[in-house]
């Protein structure tokens, strides 16, 4: 079973600039994850959707940060402004999203550096 | 305000011993936990999980112990191996809200030495 894909896996930008992040789920993953983990800290839950739908963005920074997931499957984070505070490394996870299925599988990971 | 706690950055055992991780939380929602496990360039990847109905759960050489009146979790590794050496997450969840969405804690990195 293929895992979780991400791209790209570096990325290197200056403040002001944009950049999106790819992500695509294990083939029949409903849920979809976004996490931001900056150096040193756990994972913080960026936006989550099941299917093509947002289950909670209560974390995402709206003025500057998007996502979406296009027909369910696919997903992409964009950061539109960038600040410095966004190096971090973004990660996608996505789980069955079925009852009484909490394990989330992860990504690599693309790691953002913002100068 | 950090709802999970990992308060040891990092842990240092040799390989043969037993190595102990502790987590910490402060909501009494959280009623499902699940260790992760990292090692460098990678996404972190599922180890154990605990139902708050347990108090222990055990597969192979990994046992996470979770004592509900403390909000304190721990997970065993014996015996400790090499190739165990990785940044060890824990994370909680409450199965009651919508999403089961996870708080992770800062993570605790283990060096387990040959």
């Known amino acids: 079973e293929a895992g979780v894909a991400q791209s790209p896996r570096y990325k290197i930008i200056e403040k002001r600039q944009s950049v999106a992040f790819w992500c695509n789920p294990i083939?029949?993953?409903?849920?979809l994850y976004w996490y931001q983990q900056i150096l040193g800290q756990g994972p913080k839950l960026l936006i989550q959707?099941?299917?093509?739908?947002?289950?909670?963005d209560s974390q995402l920074p709206k003025d500057r940060f998007s996502a979406e997931r296009l027909k369910g499957v696919d997903s992409t984070l964009k950061i539109q402004p960038a600040k410095l505070e966004d190096s971090a490394v973004y990660l996608c996870?996505?789980?069955?999203?079925?009852?009484?299925?909490?394990?989330?599988?992860f990504g690599p990971g693309t790691r953002l550096t913002v100068t | 305000d950090q709802q999970v706690k990992q308060n040891s950055p990092s842990l240092s055992v040799q390989e043969g011993r037993i190595s102990i991780l502790n987590c910490d939380y402060t909501?009494?929602?959280?009623?499902?936990f699940l260790w992760y496990k990292k090692y460098p360039a990678e996404g972190p990847t599922f180890l154990i999980s605990?139902?708050?109905?347990?108090d222990k759960n055990e597969d192979g050489r990994f046992t996470v112990f979770l004592n509900k009146s403390a909000k304190h979790l721990s997970l065993h590794i014996v015996p400790s191996q090499p190739g165990d050496s990785a940044v060890y997450f824990c994370?909680?969840?409450?199965?009651?809200?919508?999403?089961?969405?996870?708080?992770f804690g800062g993570g605790t990195r283990l060096m387990v030495k040959p």
């Open positions: 996870a996505s789980s069955l999203g079925a009852s009484g299925t909490y394990e989330q599988y």
């Open positions: 083939s029949g993953h409903a849920t």
């Open positions: 959707f099941q299917n093509n739908g947002v289950v909670d």
């Open positions: 909501n009494s929602m959280f009623d499902y």
């Open positions: 605990i139902s708050s109905i347990k």
């Open positions: 994370a909680a969840t409450s199965l009651r809200t919508a999403g089961n969405m996870l708080t």
